[in-house]
């Protein structure tokens, strides 16, 4: 156990569904990162959030938006998904931002349909 | 992030130790380096960094070249559980970048 869970473990959802995953860390930890990790692909960071502000990266499609309430949990909510981002979502956390010591979830498969 | 180049493949005797060569010849003189591995169907996990000293913990050692160039983790004693890819970053910017890794196989 690396102190961050994750829920659902699995998804499956439609195209026109709305479905939030959700990540909980128990580290004390002050920074929360979503990663994607595609079948056959390196892993892919979606966004960082810390108490001080939301960085994200560009390329993440507005289909995909984070919360996070306080430090401990952080959501990130799904709506009009392709099949195309059907992968292994990761949740990882650590002391400030950027630091490279991360610990992660175990992460949600979700499947599109 | 300097850039760092991992074989894609090896595979180990499960007993015997398991070393996984990273190249990072690029490496900025304040570039720590560190080591994931993720477990198939699961999150990566940390398991050592190091700025030039060798280091230790309970899962590894991490050896690096004196000229920072390269660096090696080892596992003692591999055992069938320590299959998994293992990831060599470098850190520069602000976020980690995760490559392909090495995929070690560890067998009986």
């Known amino acids: 156990e690396t102190g961050v869970t994750q829920t659902p473990r699995h998804l499956v959802m439609g195209m026109t569904n709305k479905k939030s995953l959700k990540c909980e860390q128990h580290?004390?930890?002050?920074?929360m990162y979503w990663y994607k990790q595609s079948a056959k692909k390196p892993l892919e960071l979606m966004f960082v959030y810390s108490l001080e502000e939301r960085v994200e990266n560009n390329s993440v499609p507005s289909r995909f938006s984070p919360e996070c309430p306080n430090s401990s949990h952080l959501f990130l909510h799904l709506h009009t998904l392709q099949p195309e981002d059907s992968a292994l979502y990761l949740c990882?956390?650590?002391?400030?931002?950027?630091?490279?010591?991360?610990?992660f979830g175990p992460g949600t498969r979700l499947t599109v349909t | 992030d300097a850039k760092t180049t991992q074989p894609p493949s090896m595979d180990c005797a499960e007993g015997r130790a398991a070393n996984l060569p990273c190249n990072h010849s690029?490496?900025?003189?304040?570039?720590?380096v560190y080591w994931y591995r993720q477990i198939h169907s699961q999150g990566p996990q940390y398991i050592i960094h190091g700025l030039k000293n060798n280091e230790t913990n309970e899962m590894a050692s991490l050896i690096i070249t004196e000229d920072r160039k390269s660096s090696t983790l080892i596992l003692p004693h591999a055992t069938l559980r320590d299959t998994a890819v293992y990831y060599c970053?470098?850190?520069?910017?602000?976020?980690?970048?995760f490559g392909r890794g090495t995929s070690l196989i560890v067998h009986p």
């Open positions: 970053i470098s850190r520069g910017s602000y976020i980690p970048t």
């Open positions: 690029t490496i900025s003189g304040n570039e720590y």
């Open positions: 580290l004390g930890h002050n920074a």
């Open positions: 990882a956390s650590s002391h400030g931002r950027g630091q490279y010591e991360q610990y």
